[in-house]
């Protein structure tokens, strides 16, 4: 009788690690639409190409070597480690779901940080430079910063993150800031695409050319964070397990729509209009602000969470365009920002596990690893081959440049 029970509930957690995974693949198609929407349309093909070429070397470098970086494997490929239909090699107790599952569960989370990069350095970057970044942050710089945390390494053998104080449930800093990171460092040696700024610290707008794609991307994003926040529950087969699912979903889906209302309404009493993509980015950001603890909020706290999200986002897009940090997406304000908040709200409700401190720590240890890496390899790539177009391909777009095509090719030569 146990037999058959452990069964079914190895069963019911791996089928439910499996389902939550694809909606975080399904993420990818979120951020594919998302970027599109809000670039013009003379650069869409290409943010399209980076986000499903982006997509397809994460799943490869996390095979090769990610894993094992992060979960300390000995072996140089995940698959010679043991991921097999039996269980992990050396393992010292029986698994509770299929050891697959979990690399597939974990490996879509590693692409989730890199279509991150991806917006902030839009319309100026070029494609192969940006893959060449991806292999470097999917196969080394993410796993790396995951065995800290996860994975519960010691940071470079001198301290251990959990045993001082750090929680990060599914990821605000440990997939979101660290995306963020990333792609900060990109964008300050990239610099701002031509025409965004003016003199006397004139900002200018660049709107993108698809608000309906980029409203489909934010549903999507919505829809994919149930498997995010919801599969990092790890179980559903117990009473317990899928009670915690059940909070975690609906404290989820309150903080994207807190985040929503309240970038919406900042907008408003700000700019005097009811900005679309600030309220969409407010949706991302309330996501972001709950991600790191969702399972012990209240909803009504979960949405007072969100919306600190969602007003906070809009104050930091407004920021770094006064310093001239130019992100046409918003994807640093979104995951960098908020995911720093996010973190720093986890003690609010589960001080049992993590602590202000602890978590100050955690954020700090992230965000300069990642960024002081992720600069390294974007500054050897701008040495060795370039990582911005010329102004002239620029200028026509990075479709014709880049891909040799367009997304829109009816409306004449370079789009928008």
Known sequence: ???QIFQLSYALDTFYFLICGALVMWMAAGFAMLEAGLVRSKNTTEILTKNVALY?????????????????????????????????????????????ADFFFQVVFVATAMSIVSGAVAERMKLW?????????????????????????????????????????AGSG???????????AGVILLGPRKGKYGPG???????????????????????????FNGGSVLATATVESAN???????NTNAAAAGGLVAALLVARFMFGK???????????????AITAEPSTPTALQATLFGAAGGALVVFSI????????????????????????????????NGENSSFGGQLLGAATIFIWVFVASGLVWFALKAIMGIRVSEEEEYEGVDLSECGMEAYPEFGPGGG
């Open 1 to 3: 009788m146990e037999d």
């Open 56 to 100: 397809s070397i994460a799943c490869i470098m996390y095979m090769v070597c990610g894993y094992s970086i992060m979960y300390g494997g000995g072996e140089f490929t995940a698959f010679l480690s043991g991921i097999t239909a039996d269980g992990v090699a050396g393992a010292e107790e029986p698994a509770t779901y299929a050891p697959s």
């Open 129 to 169: 430079a940006f893959l060449i970044f991806a292999v470097f942050m999917t196969g080394v710089i993410y796993p790396l910063e995951g065995s800290w945390t996860w994975g519960g390494m010691p940071v470079f053998g001198m301290y251990t993150l959990g045993e001082n104080g750090f929680s990060d449930f």
């Open 174 to 184: 440990i997939v979101h800031m660290a995306g963020a990171a990333a792609a900060l």
């Open 201 to 227: 610290g004139q900002v200018n707008a660049i709107p993108g050319a698809n608000l309906p794609l980029a409203t489909l991307g934010t549903f999507i994003l919505w829809l994919g964070w149930f498997g």
């Open 244 to 250: 915690s699912v059940a909070v975690v979903f609906m």
């Open 274 to 288: 009811a900005d679309l993509t600030m309220a969409l980015n407010g949706a991302l950001a309330g996501l972001v």
């Open 318 to 349: 407004i920021t770094l365009d006064k310093l001239k940090i130019d992100d046409p997406v918003g994807a640093i304000s979104v995951h960098g920002t908020v995911g720093l908040l996010g973190l720093l709200l986890v003690p609010v409700t």
